[in-house]
């Protein structure tokens, strides 16, 4: 269950394969890179593209994508809070950090869902999670392969991040993709095996895409044709539920500082018309214009 790569071995797949194209187009398609501000503050009305791909009669593949009104590091912010992740993610009935690591954690979760007449599906999961501030190394993911030692490559990026030298904040054109991953993988709970990436890429300055992948296979037990519609869905109502969230931080960041740069304005503007005031006793007239203007400018 471990997802290590053994020495000399290589990953499966080919990241430009047909699939990833089209993971690529579709998210896309929701917003250029660069969109306009009246585009980024419609991303609620933007809808979640996924895809689920059988990889065997026992498993399944899935990949999501969604735009979020919100810089990276605000997404990455709440993906790693993981004491707070069940705050904001409702199929999350319980959320535990059992142990805290330098790149991630070990986490036990529960998620529920209603089916119908008030019965609710379940599972519990323990979760590996590990965090690539570069993104994560791409002989670590395929599209088709060994799910022992691999993960679902998610949509968007690139082979490489190439990104990691650049300047994110001096960047004038999405020309460079920038991209954050969290892998998770579990090691105990109720599926045979549970694992993916989140990705949190850039946009632009105050926006983002999340991608979603992951590989489910239930116990024997467990037919995934019976739950493959309730992950689908439960993945949609998640990833609508982090951008929902994630905006409403980023909002508030906004109003934070708006609201800092208004209380550090007024001081400076009560100096200026002292000083103002001042120079107009013992100097021309003309200096007080000068004044006026100080003090306008910083306002």
């Not at 187009?25 to 593209?49: D, L």
């Not at 990436?197 to 037919?223: A, C, G, T």
């Not at 869905?233 to 951008?243: D, G, I, P, S």
């Not at 906004?254 to 100096?271: E, I, N, R, T």
């Amino acid at each position: 269950m471990r997802s290590q790569l053994q020495a000399g071995q290589r990953a499966l797949g080919c990241p430009r394969s047909g699939i990833i194209n089209l993971g690529h187009q579709q998210y896309r398609a929701f917003v250029k890179p660069g969109a306009s501000t009246a585009t980024k503050k419609h991303s609620g009305s933007q809808s979640v593209a996924v895809e689920l791909t059988n990889t065997s009669f026992s498993s399944r593949k899935l990949n999501a994508t969604v735009l979020i009104g919100a810089p990276l590091d605000v997404v990455w912010g709440a993906l790693t809070d993981y004491d707070n992740l069940g705050t904001f993610i409702p199929s999350l009935v319980e959320n535990r950090c059992l142990e805290r690591r330098p790149q991630g954690c070990l986490l036990y979760q529960v998620g529920a869902q209603d089916v119908a007449m008030g019965v609710k599906f379940s599972a519990a999961c323990t979760l590996e999670i590990q965090e690539y501030p570069m993104g994560i190394p791409d002989g670590l993911c395929t599209v088709d392969g060994n799910w022992d030692y691999y993960f679902p490559r998610p949509w968007g990026g690139s082979s490489s991040n190439d990104s990691t030298s650049a300047s994110v904040s001096s960047m004038s054109s999405m020309e460079v993709d920038v991209w954050r991953d969290i892998s998770f993988s579990a090691v105990e709970g109720d599926f045979k095996a549970f694992k993916g990436i989140w990705r949190i890429q850039m946009n632009d300055e105050d926006s983002s895409f999340l991608h979603y992948s992951l590989f489910v296979k239930p116990h024997p037990w467990l037919p995934v044709g019976l739950i493959q519609s309730r992950i689908k869905n439960e993945v949609v109502t998640n990833l609508k539920a982090v951008r929902r969230h994630t905006e409403h931080v980023y909002k508030r960041q906004v109003k934070q500082q708006q609201q800092q740069q208004q209380a550090g304005a007024g001081p400076l503007s009560s100096a200026s018309s002292s000083t103002m005031s001042s120079s107009t006793l013992s100097t021309s007239s003309s200096v007080g214009t000068d004044a006026d203007d100080t003090a306008g400018s910083g306002m």
